[in-house]
């Protein structure tokens, strides 16, 4: 599978503790990014819909609030996967940038014995 | 304003942008966005921000798109581009409605010359096509001929013995912007450095394009000028064209997905005949700085601009007619209704 986008990736974050509805993503969201992203209702449903199609989320249940409704959304199985597949090779290559901003040597270079 | 009040306008206001969504996934999700949407809304907001309605507007077009599928659009594309040039082509035969359907009578002519030629010419009058307009090889039937080309009424002269083409040229255009005659334009032809092989003059007057060319000879050609409302009547023929094109492709191709697969493979057909049929004029229509591909109104020095060219070609007239059969056939197609369910009846 492609890279995650981080709007995508950010939502499957926020999910990661338990199911989240539509308003409650955005602002976990916007904590999760330090007030950096702020996603639009627009923006976030229409990635709702890709996760959704590409299997990585599901709807939980739906409950009405004041009138409102809200519809909660977990992560799947795949979409656990995916995160944590996303997270490892940003990891990984947070680790390599870091490596040769400190001089330690070309990244992937087999490391002396 | 109470706040009540504001929450409701808000509400409202987003349920208009919600239309931009399909009914169906509206009707599945459009409580819950709005939900969302004003849970997030700043207080005391009572409109959408901008940056949100785009985005609603875009998302729900996207779902549109999506629903839609993509062999729509290719046909609302196609559609659109033979709509347009087929407008083209009709705005502008339309504009040149109101100019007489003959070419200048041969008194004007020989009259327009008297005033602009300086040197000495005859008073017979030649006429290239006593028709504004005319198709070689036509015979004024609908088979089509050779491509349009204009009427002329010609008075030829002969050059005055001291001066060359490019002072006869100078005269000429003095004399033309001293009787009022307008956009007047000079055209020089050369090989390489060497002396004009040829010059135009040309100006506009009352309706009338004069064209004075010289050659070793001398000719004033007077034809009908482009009427005023030409190329904005070709640029709007095209536009309606275009959108009503784009917009019957989109709306026959989604409601024949309702019907079953033997007529939406007539559709296919009919949609593909509609092309083959319709390409060749509208190939030829395709608009150029002197008129449509095919048209040959410049082909005797300057003419008039027209932009039916292509519709008038040999072979691609009668084919163009043509078309309208599977064109309606379409529309009976898409109208028809579905042929209802066999029902079972049961007896007691």
């Given at each position: ?6 709007p ?8 990661a ?60 199985v ?24 400190r001089?330690a ?8 014995a | ?10 509400a ?80 502008s ?18 009259s ?144 024949v ?11 296919s ?6 092309l ?10 395709i ?54 369910t066999?029902r ?5």
């Open positions: 599978m492609a890279g995650l986008r981080r995508s990736f950010l939502i499957l974050s926020a999910l503790l338990g199911p989240l509805h539509g308003y409650a993503v955005i602002k976990e969201v916007e904590r999760l990014s330090a007030d950096s992203v702020h996603l639009a209702a627009g923006t976030l449903y229409a990635a709702l819909d890709r996760l959704t199609d590409e299997g990585l989320i599901e709807v939980d249940h739906e409950e009405t609030v004041e009138g409102r409704l809200r519809r909660y959304y977990r992560l799947t795949a979409g656990t996967a995916a995160l944590a597949a996303e997270a490892e090779q940003m990891r990984r290559d947070a680790r390599m940038v870091a490596q040769r901003l001089g040597g070309p990244a992937g270079a087999p490391r002396p | 304003m109470p706040d009540d009040l504001r929450t409701t306008l808000l409202r206001r987003y349920r208009r942008w919600l239309l931009a969504y399909p009914r169906a996934y509206r009707r599945e999700r459009g409580p819950e966005i709005l939900a969302t949407l004003l849970d997030a809304a700043d207080p005391g907001r009572s409109r959408p921000p901008a940056r949100e309605a785009a985005l609603l507007l875009r998302h729900g077009l996207g779902r549109r798109v999506a629903e839609a599928g993509r062999r729509a659009f290719v046909v609302a594309a196609v559609a659109a581009v033979l709509g347009g040039l087929s407008g083209i082509a009709l705005g035969w339309l504009a040149w409605r109101d100019v007489d359907r003959m070419a200048p009578d041969r008194a004007t002519a020989v327009f010359a008297h005033a602009v030629l300086p040197g000495a010419f005859g008073d017979a009058a030649d006429n290239y096509g006593r028709s504004t307009f005319w198709n070689p090889y036509s015979n004024n039937s609908l088979h089509g001929g050779t491509g349009v080309r204009v009427g002329r009424t010609s008075v030829t002269g002969t050059v005055p013995p001291p001066g060359g083409p490019e002072q006869v040229a100078a005269a000429v255009r003095q004399q033309l912007n001293a009787q009022g005659w307008r956009d007047v334009r000079t055209k020089v032809v050369r090989n390489g450095t060497s002396p004009p092989v040829s010059v135009e003059v040309t100006g506009t007057r009352a309706g009338y394009l004069a064209a004075v060319q010289i050659t070793p000879d001398l000719s004033f050609d007077l034809m009908w000028a482009e009427p005023p409302g030409h190329r904005r009547d070709t640029i709007l023929g095209g536009l309606a064209g275009a959108l009503l094109g784009a917009l019957f492709g989109l709306v026959t191709s989604i409601r997905r309702r019907y079953g697969r033997g007529r939406q493979r007539a559709y057909g009919l949609c593909v005949a509609t083959l049929l319709l390409t060749p004029a509208c190939l030829g229509n608009p150029t700085s002197t008129g449509s591909l095919l048209a040959n109104t410049n082909r005797n020095g300057t003419g008039p601009s027209v932009y039916w060219g292509g519709f008038v070609i040999y072979g691609a007239e009668p084919l163009a007619i043509l078309s309208l059969l599977p064109i309606l056939a379409v529309i009976v197609t898409c109208a028809w209704p579905r042929p209802a066999a079972t009846s049961t007896t007691a």
